[in-house]
């Protein structure tokens, strides 16, 4: 799936994660509409087949990293699968929720591909062609 505008990483969790996931697909959804290219989610844990197939339809393609050894957060793991995608995909922008997980994970692979990153964010714009 070359080409995607704006990867979103999700969580499997319940309750806040769950609105966090709806955060960033609105987010996601505005972005890659208002670049012309594919929304993707990241989804890693262990047993996530069903909160993936739920989130499908709302993303063009999710990507899913499903093992014991995800059952619980692993910073390591979890930025190598990030990495690895964002390196693939070549996405304008990667989303976090205002999680646990999302605020330990965002820094790491801001520093890991060497660009910004901004965290506490609670709206999306677009001016011109930049994010605010």
């Known amino acids: 799936m070359a080409g995607a505008a ?5 969580e499997a969790g319940t309750g806040q994660t769950e609105s ?17 290219g594919r929304l993707a989610c990241l989804l890693v844990g262990h047993r996530i087949g069903a909160k993936a197939h739920e989130l499908s339809r709302y993303v063009d393609e999710v990507f899913v990293a499903d093992a014991p050894l995800h059952a619980h957060y692993s910073p390591d793991a979890r930025l190598k699968i990030a990495h690895k995608l964002v390196q693939d995909l070549q996405p304008r922008a990667v989303l ?13 692979l801001a520093s890991r591909l060497n660009v910004g990153a901004a965290s506490n964010c609670f709206e999306v ?7 605010t």
């Open 6 to 10: 704006v990867i979103i990483i999700c």
């Open 20 to 36: 966090a996931n709806a955060r960033l697909i609105a987010a996601g959804v505005q972005l890659s509409e208002h670049w012309g």
């Open 96 to 108: 976090f929720g205002h999680t646990y997980i999302g605020m330990d994970l965002a820094p790491r």
């Open 125 to 131: 714009k677009i001016e011109n062609d930049a994010v």
